[in-house]
């Protein structure tokens, strides 16, 4: 797969998000519930400076519910605070303010105790791009707004959203590169939907997507497309049965794969094909044992 706007765009990216790291005291690190360990930038600890971080899993209302518990459990094995949530709906949302706020207080009571002058706490959200972040911002800002109604009184910098007493949140969120290690990473951030369109193959992503349904939401992906036994199908068998059954049809009645792929692709982003991670924790946990 080819990567046309990643290495220009995303090096722009970074250097605007160094930009306005300085200043920053937390950072919110949102990953796709989906692939945790993908939609994370390798090099996260050295961009971020070192600066104490929390992380977001978010769209984990389209994520594998056990897979999502197995990998908070991994993070926070790290010392990481971390929460999962539904960006969109604002679900498990508040758990993050309510922790991005308790961590405030104890850094700045350590910072106090250095007696430097009190000032607002200041975090940042940082993220591949789709990852969910700006709708994570709105979502925190909703509450807050929610919360003070149109009183006017509090004036902020257009740039800061007040989250508590004490705690700014920078509006403009940092955009990172994802892990594109191996063409199996590519796999993935394609089919969760974090790259373009242009620089996928949507059919090749769409073929290898439907052949992990196949293996883990068989009977959902049969139902959804009134598929029979797909059991030991390949991916271009059943992409091809699920055009035929959507009508996708080309020229002289052949069945046009593209737009059956689309299909896929959009039903899949949607959670209609049932909730499914594609980094397994288990995997991840291998790896990380055999590394020791
Ligand atoms: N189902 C679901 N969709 C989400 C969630 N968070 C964001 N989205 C959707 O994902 C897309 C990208 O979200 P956005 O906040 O713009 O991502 P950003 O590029 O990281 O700022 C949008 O269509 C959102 O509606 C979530 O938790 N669940
Ligand atoms: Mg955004």
């Not at 883990?216 to 091809?240: P, S, V, Y």
Request: proline residues 4%; positive net charge; glycine residues 10%.
């Amino acid at each position: 797969m080819k990567l046309p706007w990643y290495p220009g765009h995303m090096a722009r990216a970074r250097r605007t998000m160094k930009q306005h790291l300085s200043g920053i005291d937390l950072v919110v690190e949102v990953l796709d519930a989906r692939i945790p360990r993908t939609s994370r930038n390798p090099d996260i600890a050295g961009i971020t400076e070192m600066r104490p971080r929390v992380v977001v899993l978010a769209k984990e209302d389209l994520a594998d519910p056990n897979e999502t518990k197995a990998w908070l459990k991994i993070l926070k094995a790290d010392g990481l605070a971390c929460y999962a949530v539904n960006a969109e709906t604002g679900e498990g949302v508040q758990d993050v303010v309510s922790g991005i706020s308790r961590l405030a207080l104890e850094i700045m009571m350590k910072l106090q105790d250095r007696r430097r002058r009190p000032r607002p706490f200041r975090v940042m959200v940082i993220g591949i791009p789709n990852v969910g972040k700006s709708s994570l911002i709105n979502r925190i800002a909703g509450r807050k707004s929610a919360k003070t109604g149109a009183k006017p009184g509090i004036t902020m910098g257009k740039q800061w959203i007040r989250v508590g007493r004490a705690v700014e949140l920078l509006d403009m969120p940092g955009v990172l590169s994802p892990r594109m290690d191996d063409p199996s990473d590519l796999f993935k951030l394609a089919a969760t939907g974090a790259l373009t369109e242009e620089s996928y193959d949507e059919v090749q992503v769409a073929e290898g997507l439907l052949e992990t349904l196949r293996d883990r939401t068989c009977h959902t992906l049969a139902a959804r497309f009134k598929l029979g036994d797909i059991k030991g199908q390949e991916g271009h068998a059943i992409l091809r049965a699920i055009g035929e059954g959507r009508g996708c049809l080309g020229l002289g009645g052949t069945v046009d794969v593209s737009r059956a792929a689309v299909i896929v692709l959009s039903e899949f982003r949607k959670g209609l094909l049932g909730k499914v991670t594609l980094d397994s924790a288990a995997d991840d946990q291998r790896e990380a044992d055999s590394d020791e």
